[in-house]
């Protein structure tokens, strides 16, 4: 089943922190290294307001500097959409999210951790309560579809390729592929076919 190969081989890749200060610890032999799930700690967003609520709101403070009821509701309701939430909350608000943040604040190891919750949920494997309560907020477990943009770029680039959804679905297929051919020539996984990231972008996934 190339489905349960490829959702194999994406928890064995997204398994590892890849935090620097663990690599260290891959030097000595007898050094056990956490699984992601192990240690890490549900982050909380931040929603920022659109240009719209913004203009709304000194729109409403012009032209009720007192802060009549109408202002104070207003003002509000913005505050109350500002507050920090679980990601499992701002999941529930928006099917799309970008989450904006310093370098080294965790948004790649956020995307990890949403990958792993749902490859593990569609194995039918244990999962943390962190774990249950995204996939319970997504609906259903998602295929996770995790993708590098500067990898993409850079395919793109080398291939002479525009930037377009079938492009996205070649790389994806040339990335895994090549990443399971060892130098031997003996696979680590079977090859996908050629439609099986396109099917499963059409069929609904956590990209």
């Known amino acids: 089943d190339p489905a349960r190969e490829y959702l194999k081989k ?34 909380r967003v931040t929603f920022e307001p659109t240009e719209t609520e913004r203009a709304a709101a000194k729109g409403v403070k012009a032209k009720r500097p007192e802060k009549s009821g109408e202002a104070a509701l207003f003002e509000s309701s913005l505050r109350e959409r500002i507050e920090p939430v679980e990601l499992t909350e701002a999941i529930k ?19 990890q951790w949403a990958g792993l919750a749902c490859a593990h949920a569609l194995l039918k494997e244990k999962l943390t309560k962190d774990q249950e309560k995204f996939v319970k907020a997504l609906g259903r477990p998602l295929f996770p579809i995790f993708v590098s943009l500067g990898a993409f770029d850079l395919y793109c680039r080398n291939e002479n390729r525009e930037r ?26 079977p090859k996908l076919p050629p439609d099986f990231f396109g099917r499963k972008l059409k069929s609904g996934c956590l990209l």
């Open 93 to 111: 608000g928006s099917p799309k999210l970008a989450i904006v943040g310093k370098a080294g604040s965790g948004k790649s190891t956020l995307l």
């Open 10 to 43: 994406f928890v064995q890749q997204h398994e590892d922190p890849k935090f620097r200060s663990l690599a260290l610890l891959a030097q000595y032999p007898d050094a056990q290294l956490p699984k992601l799930e192990k240690i890490y700690l549900p982050v």
């Open 164 to 189: 377009t959804a079938a492009a996205l679905q070649d790389f994806l297929i040339h990335r895994f592929n090549a990443r399971h051919e060892s130098r031997s020539g003996q696979r680590a996984a």
